[in-house]
């Protein structure tokens, strides 16, 4: 019975001076939590999107704490939550431009031709593995099975007619949909930017002619008429300098191939 009752005291003892070894160094080694980050992390919607290319919203809000991070970092959030984390910095955030993706391909599947019918396993990152990259003769436009679909966590973009779509008013530009397209059609653009190509085939224009009836073909009706000078040429497909653009409509109502639409 002593053994019992000296076993237990010395273990009893044991854990006494552990815990208070361990209870030391815990004071010793704490991490001490800037108070800041916490609000940071508690104004920033908690999407966890990735789209400020941090881990989730807790590494954004440590980044911003630290300085690393702009406080309009959060693409989700927009300038409502930059306002709010300017506050707790006790920093005034200027406004930023709102921007929405953009998927420069108009070869829906009434538009594009097609070089044979597909029936195979319907994922755009698959299209690598089958003969031309895909069903349609160009190889450069969308796929059309919605691996940006899956990968927007918004709900903002459908496929229609073989084509992604994006809802600008779902659309928070986190960016998802630009790292799934394994074409590389989607980018971010200016919400308040109206006229946009629809295109980014290289090919020459005799080329375009007989791959899809909505491709750019290097015309450049658009830029002889831009009374902006806004418009210029990418190697064989036209794009449109955003700073020098009004959204006149110039390029939209010259345009032959219908490629450079107003998405107002």
Known sequence: MEIIIVSAVIIGGIGLVIGILLGLAGKKFAVETDERETAVREALPGNNCGGCGYPGCDGLAA?????????????????????????????????????????????????????????????????IYVPNGGAKICNEGCLGFGTCVKACPFDAISIIDGLAVVDREKCKACGKCIKACPQHLIDLV????????????????????????????????????????AMKMDGNVVRIDFDKCTNCGSCVENCPRHCIVNVS
């Open 63 to 127: 980044a911003i704490v630290k300085g690393s991070a702009p406080m309009d970092g959060c693409p989700v959030g927009g300038p409502p939550v930059a306002a709010a984390i300017g506050e707790i910095m006790g920093q005034k955030v200027e406004a930023s431009e709102r921007k929405v993706a953009f998927v420069r391909c108009g070869g829906s599947c009434s538009l594009a031709k097609k070089e044979y019918e597909y029936y195979g396993v319907e994922d755009c990152a698959m299209m």
């Open 190 to 229: 200016p919400y308040d930017q109206k006229s946009l190509v629809k295109c980014k085939c290289s090919d020459k224009g005799k080329v375009v002619m007989t791959e899809c009836d909505a491709g750019c073909i290097s015309c450049m009706k658009c830029i002889k008429n831009c009374p902006e000078q």
